[in-house]
């Protein structure tokens, strides 16, 4: 059910990835601009050579992405509960 419409909407969620990235690097300027030029090439390669399985690979970046600010807003609330 996921698979059809990841393909279905294969550009937004590249621009998804992107935005994404975008905001939860905000602090880490070259990381940042290293990280949007490989996703950006990941995208672009992926829907001119038309591989559909990239698009799992687009969401499980974002699925990572939010994964890493939800792993900091987790930490920083277990750090609250032991003080």
Known sequence: ?????????????????????WFTRVHQGQTRTNFLYGYAMLGTVGFLLDFDWMAGVIFGLIVLELGKVFKAWLDKKQANLKK
């Open 1 to 21: 059910m996921l698979y059809p419409i990841l393909v279905e909407y294969y550009v937004w969620w590249c621009i998804a990835l992107l935005v994404i990235t």
